[in-house]
């Protein structure tokens, strides 16, 4: 990154959120800054302000700011690098009958009604849980420029979508959702194999995958793919 680039993101005016209970960290303490909604947020930006360990959700673009913890660890795997495991590989192998489709839009009921399932069944601890068709559409429905659905279908039947926005150098993966009657797919994995995939298609540099955070179950998943860069500072270092 220039040194241009690197001043413009730092005059970026950022609102935080008072001091509330961290969803990943028990007993801790969060809070977050989000990048003025009022910017004029360009391809070019959001792409660099990934770049710094930002991410989307929804309409906004945010970045942990918490006074006594830096547990939150940006994550991303370089395409050209990555490997996939043996137990990728069956992955792969097991989700090979699916008709996967890349969309700038969906059918937001059908899409709901399995994300509702999938929040109720997996993440009732969460606080995403009890699911709305509002927060859904507030969460997923408001797609940018460069937003795509990457849809899973078993037939006809939709099981599963990964939400992603495609910058000029990278994929940002922003959420992925389906149907829990499927569980022994590995959706999840298969999805982010998937973006791997299409990022070497693209000539892409990167996946992001959000926050990696060594203290949460939840999180551990994202070092089964390797190699992996983890953001430490302001440098993106390769982890085991």
């Known amino acids: 990154m220039s040194t241009d680039q690197s001043r413009q993101i730092e005059r970026i005016k950022l609102l935080k ?49 918490c006074s006594s913890c830096n547990s939150c660890v940006s994550a991303r795997i370089p ?27 969906v059918d937001i009921d059908e899409h709901y009604a399995m994300y509702a399932d999938y929040i109720n069944q997996r993440h009732s601890d969460g606080d995403m849980y009890p699911p709305t068709q509002k927060q859904f559409e507030d ?13 899973f279908r078993l037939d006809q039947k939709l099981i599963g979508c990964a939400i992603i926005d495609v910058l000029p150098d990278a994929i940002s993966a922003i959420y992925t959702y389906f149907d ?28 992001y995958l959000g926050y990696w955070i060594a203290d949460c179950k939840k999180m551990s998943y994202k070092m089964q793919y390797q190699p992996i860069e983890l953001l430490q500072g302001n440098t993106w270092n390769l982890s085991k």
Request: hydrophobic letters at 40%; one cysteine or more.
């Open 180 to 207: 829990p009657v499927e569980d022994r797919r590995g959706l999840g994995n298969f999805a982010v194999l998937y973006q791997v995939a299409m990022a070497k298609e693209l000539a892409l540099t990167h996946v």
């Open 139 to 151: 969460f997923l429905g408001k797609v940018w420029d460069f937003t795509q659905f990457i849809e």
């Open 17 to 65: 959120t008072a001091p509330h209970a961290c969803s990943y960290l028990a007993g801790h303490k969060a809070s977050t800054g989000f990048v003025d909604p009022d910017i004029n947020m360009t391809t070019d930006l959001y792409a660099r302000l990934s770049e710094n360990g930002f991410r989307r959700s929804g309409t906004y673009v945010y970045t942990p700011m």
């Open 79 to 105: 395409a050209a690098q990555f490997l996939p495991s043996r137990s990728q590989k069956r992955c792969l192998k097991t989700n090979n009958d699916l008709n996967v489709t890349r969309l700038s839009s």
